[in-house]
């Protein structure tokens, strides 16, 4: 997890999120477009990806930044 923080502290993660953007339009449609939920979204599916077995804190932060 130190990777992806440091991912995400140097602004990696919100440019994958804007990539990913028009994806998670379509999948969360109640989301306004520019929601930095997208950047932990996406930390989350790339924690996953990678296999990483503590994932599930980006997972929970996603879920609560959705919920706001």
């Known amino acids: 997890?130190?990777?992806l923080k440091i991912g995400e502290k140097g602004g990696v993660v919100k440019i994958l999120g804007k990539?990913?953007?028009p994806l998670f339009v379509k999948l969360?449609?109640?989301l306004p477009k520019g929601h930095p939920v997208y950047g932990s979204i996406t930390l989350n599916i790339a924690a996953n990806m990678l296999g990483l077995d503590n994932a599930l804190l980006s997972c929970l932060k996603a879920m609560s930044e959705m919920q706001k």
Do not use: K
């Open 1 to 3: 997890m130190g990777l």
């Open 19 to 21: 990539l990913m953007e």
């Open 28 to 30: 969360f449609p109640e």
